[in-house]
């Protein structure tokens, strides 16, 4: 099928919405959130929207319903429903790779159709669901077992980027709904130490890898994976413990197999899904073990209900269209270069990691489709960490700080720990920072208070600093499902504005090809012929010198 190339009939910066959208922005730029409020006193219920159990604030944002109209008018002007549509379709959107783009298909339930170079691939989706599942129940009930006829009390993923963000996160996230009795535990870094503690305190003959590669070519998952082979067989002395003891979850069997893992032990997903896009597929197979098959698939509805309210609300009332929208508003009119991410659960510590792969691998393009320049910035530096922690870490820069950073606060109406006072002091918290964020305090007020001037400079916060707020009722798989999916389609809004291609990730090349001319001469026994830069030269050089056993 023919890449559908969206052909702008202009340039980005030279549509209407565009130049709108500046003369716009010198308007409202100095205009503060309390006179936003103060004119609209039903502002806060007037710029919110309730979508699938989701319920997103975005009335703290510097933008008015002028602002929205023009943001709107820039996405019909980009053709993003075309790109939807596209995506949705099945159509090779990943222009430089020559690839669909079909995460979506991965939570399509049974019965629905997508078909991808003539097949239908929802019956395969579910197939291999089905298996992870069988194989899911096989190891949590302790039909399966290990090679010395133990029961599995351990899973550690093996996996890097897509392989091992997405599982860790939603372990994580869904520890309350995991089973207990087994220990999960991530190792992504090729530095041994995290093979080393993650590995330290449990027993082989109770352990099971997944490995997790999509394309099973990956250096540090590789060596990861050795070095786990190797740790089994030490202890368990025979290379059928391999078959007992080893799982693989990628996109290329042959690999799979000279690496000795039993093809009947392999959960396969395709070529359609992007590593970041993959924690719906068999990727998730750690998380399944976890959390058990149902509540996965209770996952997938909630990736799905965001999906299907993405492809069918209108962009006014579309979530991820508009935090999308506002998001690029700041981008790319107010010059901000980051957005926080700050989840007031502490079940989400990892999803600020998770989406930075998701946002910045996607995003950070500096080129078009076409492949030219651009000439406007393109994906955001995605940060944070939870609340409260994060208070009393890096949010003085937030409030006080020379720099503009739009903040996404993420909180639950129900804590799944109900530990009182907790959670109240939880939520008050989250709804304190962006009231005072927005709001901030004048000089006025601090000197009604009684604070004497020279300290009036230093306490005052000018606030107007945004933040969009998304409130759920508590944290399930499902809502899990519909947090990831919304954030995924966000991307995609914005990737399809900036006309980039949000599904390739060349900038990563460069590195490990560099690394590949490295290691050997690390490893050399006499000093080899160095060819690089004098500074990278002197530092394989004092690496060799004082390197231990040198
Ligand atoms: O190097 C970047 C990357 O290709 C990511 O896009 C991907 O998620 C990660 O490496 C791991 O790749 P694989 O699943 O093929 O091991």
């Known amino acids: 099928m023919a890449a559908q190339m969206p052909n702008p009939p202009i340039p980005l910066t030279e549509r209407p919405a565009w130049t709108a959208l500046q003369a716009h922005h010198r308007e409202i730029r100095s205009v503060h959130l309390r006179t936003l409020f103060a004119q609209d006193p039903e502002r806060g219920e007037r710029l919110a929207l309730e979508a699938i159990g989701l319920y997103l604030d975005y009335s703290k944002n510097r933008l008015t319903d002028a602002t929205i109209g023009l943001l709107l008018q820039l996405a019909e002007e980009s053709g993003l429903r075309a790109r939807v549509d596209a995506m949705f379709r099945g159509e090779p959107i990943n222009l430089t790779e020559g690839r669909a783009v079909l995460h979506v298909a991965l939570r399509a339930p049974r019965g629905q159709s997508i078909v991808v170079d003539g097949q239908d691939v929802v019956p395969l989706v579910h197939a291999v669901l089905d298996r992870m599942a069988d194989f899911t129940n096989r190891v949590r009930s302790g039909a399966w077992r290990g090679q010395t006829g133990r029961r599995i009390r351990n899973v550690v993923n093996i996996g890097i980027g897509g392989s091992d963000l997405g599982p860790a996160m939603a372990y994580e996230a869904l520890r309350g709904y995991s089973d207990r009795d087994l220990t999960f535990r991530f190792v992504s870094n090729v530095d041994g130490t995290d093979f080393a503690e993650a590995t330290r305190d449990l027993d082989p003959a109770e352990t099971l890898f997944v490995v997790s590669s999509k394309t099973f070519t990956t250096l540090e998952t590789l060596t990861n994976a050795r070095t786990a082979r190797d740790w089994c067989l030490r202890a368990l002395g025979d290379e059928q413990a391999v078959a007992r003891h080893f799982v693989a979850v990628s996109t290329n069997a042959a690999d799979v197999a000279r690496f000795g893992i039993d093809p009947a032990n392999m959960f396969p997903f395709w070529d359609w899904v992007g590593g970041r896009y993959s ?6 197979m750690s998380l399944m073990l976890a959390i058990g098959p149902d509540h996965f698939r209770q996952m997938l509805a909630g990736f799905h209900a965001m999906d299907a309210h993405f492809r069918t609300t209108p962009f006014a009332r579309n979530l991820p269209v508009l935090l999308g929208l506002i998001g690029l508003w700041y981008t790319n009119f107010f010059g901000a270069e980051t957005v926080a991410v700050l989840p007031y659960d502490q079940y989400l510590g990892r999803l600020p990691a998770y989406l930075q792969q998701l946002d ?24 944070g960490q939870p609340g409260t922690n994060g208070q009393h870490a890096f949010y003085q820069l937030i409030h006080q700080g020379t720099r503009l950073v739009p903040c996404d606060f993420i909180g639950f109406c129900q804590s799944l720990n109900p530990l009182a006072p907790h959670h109240d002091l939880l939520m008050a918290n989250l709804f304190a920072q962006t009231e005072a964020l927005a709001f901030g305090k004048t000089a006025q ?106």
């Open 360 to 383: 910045m691998e996607s995003n950070g393009k500096h080129v078009n489709l076409q492949g030219r320049a651009v000439s406007y910035d393109t994906g955001p530096i995605v940060w």
């Open 445 to 550: 007020e601090l000197a009604a208070e009684g604070v004497s001037d020279p300290l009036i400079p230093h306490r005052a916060f000018d606030g107007n600093r945004p933040t969009n707020t998304l409130l759920a009722e508590r944290m399930t798989p499902e809502t899990l499902g519909k947090l990831v999916a919304l954030y995924e389609h966000k991307v995609f809004v914005q990737a399809a504005i900036w006309q980039i291609n949000a599904f390739d990730q060349w900038g990563v090349e460069l590195g490990k090809a560099l690394a590949l001319e490295i290691t050997p001469e690390l490893q050399a026994a006499a000093d080899p012929p160095l060819a690089h830069d004098s500074s990278t030269n002197m530092l394989i050089r004092r690496y060799r010198q004082h390197r231990a056993g040198s």
């Open 279 to 284: 924690l719906p597929s068999a990727i998730g």
